[in-house]
């Protein structure tokens, strides 16, 4: 039987500014990296006393340690090239001004071969000093090949975006399985692009690439599942988080669960699932009939990119709304991403930030408990 953590959150929080300008000066020569890790560390031991002072159920690192909540691959393994041009082009929506193009000029250039564990050291401290049960997240082996893959680079090396996926699988799959038999309780996936899956632009962008979207999906499903193999064990939590894109409060992606939801929540071999439920973009709760027994829901229903704060009768109610496709004693409540899924975080501010997780613990006690 796993916790069921009914206050939940996804992992990442703002950067303190401290923690910023400790990055900044180690990457422009004026720190050492012992410096670098002493304010991380600081930073570290402050968030986790302020999550236990607001009463959340589970304790993460806030991912102070990394520029964003994917690129500890990139640097933990050998392979990695900047390319001239970026390998792939999104456009963010929403708030702080126009539609922006943004893209990455990482690439993978070369066989891929692990320098380093992805989360060792980060792991090591939060188990060292973390005062209850711990977060440690991983990204999907699916985030790699629409944004690492570049034809005429990559292809030298995996002949196609399924070969690449296939060998970032290994490394997720050891990287999950480490973290298991460290006995770290809960691991999360967090897995936005199915996204891509629900939103008819992205369904026409993967056949541009010449992939089938309905065969992509079900390949993302497999991969999945391949990380996930031989690491489940009595007591541990395993969940999947999926969104539509958060970086500097936008989104990239719109659309239901309910073109995948059958396939997706009937086939991934996780205990819970945490879903995006803050906006009309995610649809309604209706796809969760589709929802195994014995799962668990966590309701994204607590905005991370909107700095208002959400009113809890409000909250209360959408739950209710939820619990007629999933029972009540099945759900928890959670923002509907991290705070900070790249470094430079979300539009709002700590104090914000720390009141919506209040929110999240209030609400939580008053329906669980």
């Known amino acids: 039987m796993t916790q069921q953590y009914r206050a939940d959150h996804i992992g990442s929080l703002l950067r303190p500014e401290g923690v910023k300008k400790a990055r900044r000066d180690y990457l422009e020569g004026r720190i050492g990296r012992g410096r670098l890790v002493e304010a991380e560390d600081r930073a570290i031991l402050d968030a986790l006393d302020r999550q236990r002072h607001i009463g959340l159920d589970v304790y993460t690192d806030g991912e102070f340690r990394r520029s964003s909540f994917q690129n500890d691959l990139a640097e933990s393994i050998e392979g990695y090239v900047e390319s001239e041009k970026p390998s792939v082009v999104r456009i963010w929506r929403g708030p702080g001004g126009d539609p922006q193009e943004q893209g990455t000029n990482l690439v993978v250039g070369g066989k891929l071969k692990q320098a380093r564990r992805l989360t060792d050291a980060q792991t090591a401290f939060l188990k060292q000093n973390a005062p209850g049960p711990i977060k440690m997240t991983v990204p999907s082996p699916n985030q790699f090949p629409a944004i690492s893959f570049q034809p005429g680079v990559t292809d030298q090396f995996y002949a196609t975006r399924s070969d690449l996926l296939w ?23 967090d897995a936005p692009r199915y996204s891509y899956f629900v939103d008819d632009t992205w369904r026409r962008h993967l056949e541009d690439l010449g992939q089938d979207p309905e065969k992509a999906f079900e390949e993302a499903v497999d991969a999945d599942n391949a990380c996930l193999e031989g690491a489940q064990r009595e007591g541990a939590t395993f969940a999947m988080h999926i969104c539509r894109g958060n970086n500097q409060s936008k989104w990239y992606a719109q659309g239901g669960y309910e073109p995948i939801a059958e396939r997706l929540f009937g086939s991934l071999n996780v205990d819970r699932f945490l879903l995006e439920f803050d906006t009309e973009r995610a649809g309604s709760f209706e796809p969760l009939r589709f929802i195994p027994d014995g799962k668990m829901i966590g309701l994204g229903l607590v905005s991370s990119k909107d700095p208002t704060l959400e009113d809890q009768d409000a909250l209360l109610r959408r739950i209710d709304e939820a619990a007629r496709y999933v029972p009540v004693e099945r759900l928890s409540l959670s923002p509907q991403c991290g705070f900070a899924s790249t470094e430079a975080g979300n539009l709002l501010t700590e104090d914000e930030q720390w009141r919506k997780l209040e929110l999240v613990v209030e609400t939580a006690r008053k329906i669980w408990g």
């Open 167 to 189: 060998e970032i699988v290994n490394i997720i799959k050891a990287e999950i399985s480490n973290l298991a038999q460290e006995g770290v309780p809960y691991i999360q996936i």
